[in-house]
């Protein structure tokens, strides 16, 4: 089966070349001229991976991505952009971007971000503890069934990952694997999504649309943070589960369908039952093989192995380490956002070290700055940072407030307040 790329830009040419050389190396791709025909794109077909360009009208690759995450959490998303600076950079990657491409760009470095896009996409799971263990054996267990599973954890430690994990070693592998955000949209456009609509069920019903369950059929449908559904559409969904068909919007009869359901949750359903807002017939329905992921902090042993990872992901080839001092910081953490917390701590810091070595500073704006009373206030990691960049480029102001994605001015300002505390800072004098 082939892997589907969206292309996104309303540029013609970059469009088209951007086309054309994924064409080439075997992919089926799909474009877009905006941000709001991508989204259409998104809700009636599935993907593999989007590309899109950052500065577009009406909606920009940063605002196409955020819609995009909650449609569809795991669908990788590269940011194309000529704005290359470590802020842009921060940027991107905190609001989920895999990776983002600085124009100009040739295809050998097109191919190779694809390839590790696509290559994560695969649902790799980096454990080393005994607790991930467990859930993995569960996992491949119930993965050769067709039985409903219930996916619970905390927000951040990876059930989407594992759900995935699930169908790919189950016989639906290579069927479409199609996951829903039940949290991100209302009930009526959440009905659509699910079920589909006949041309004329409402008014802006001007086609057929098909729902996720119907774009599943064969594979495996993720209904991730089931407990957000409206109640009222609980009991179509516990419909579904029993008589595997679903009822169309605006359809005269309805239509069998044949997809695997993975529910996810990071709520207390049991609660939520007693307070009257989930079913307790449909809890039994999607509870049939319960998984719980533990959070990260009771599972510390991952964190090297997660770490080792996730500085290939986001070191761009280079050879990105991190030393002692800031790996013990990472393994003492609390990480309440988990190991989506973590993620966005080495993105950055890959990017605030110039890809070189991970330092203690360079993990200051990370997610568990919060945490960091050993090493010292943001401050004081900031002020680290601005020297340290002033060293390695041997005093040139220029040069050093290009690295760290500030103005000359601002570079400037902190010289001249670091001078006045009595700090010896390594500027070049013209």
Known sequence: MRTNVLVVDDDYHMRLALKESLTKAGYAVSVAEDGMEAVEEVKKSVFDLMITDVKMPRVS??????????????????????????????????????????????????????KRALGVNGGKIVYASKEMKAVLIKAERVAKSDTTVLVMGESGVGKELISKYIHENSDRQGKPFVAVNCAALPETLLESELFGYEKGAFTGANARKLGKFE???????????????????????LRVLQEKEIEIVGGKYPKKVDARVIATTNRDINKLIDEGKFREDLYYRLNV????????????????????????????????????????????????????????????ACIMSNYSVIKLMHLGDGGSSR???????VKEMET?????????????????????????????????????MGLEVPVKEY
Do not use: C, H
């Open 61 to 114: 690759g940063i605002e196409l991505l955020s819609r995009v995450r909650e449609m569809s959490p795991l669908l990788p998303v590269i940011l194309i952009t000529g704005y290359g600076t470590i802020q842009d950079a921060v940027q991107v990657m905190k609001e989920g971007a895999f990776d983002y491409i600085q124009k100009p760009f040739n295809t050998e470095t097109l191919y190779g971000v694809v």
């Open 215 to 237: 774009l599943a059929d064969g594979g495996t449908i993720l209904l991730d943070e089931v407990t957000e559904m409206d109640f009222r559409l609980q009991a179509k969904l």
């Open 289 to 348: 093989f319960p998984v719980l992921v533990p959070p990260l902090r009771e599972r510390r042993e991952d964190i090297p192995q997660l770490v080792a990872y996730l500085l290939k992901k986001y070191s761009k080839g280079m050879d990105t380490r991190i030393d002692k001092d800031a790996m013990e910081y990472l393994k003492g953490q609390s990480w309440k956002g988990n190991v989506r917390e973590l993620e966005n701590a080495i993105a950055r």
């Open 371 to 377: 945490d960091a009373t050993r090493s010292g206030s």
């Open 384 to 420: 680290k940072m601005i020297i340290d960049a002033l060293k390695s480029v041997r005093g040139n102001r220029t040069k050093a407030a290009s690295m760290l994605g500030f103005t000359v001015r601002t570079l400037r300002n902190k010289i001249r307040e670091y001078r006045d």
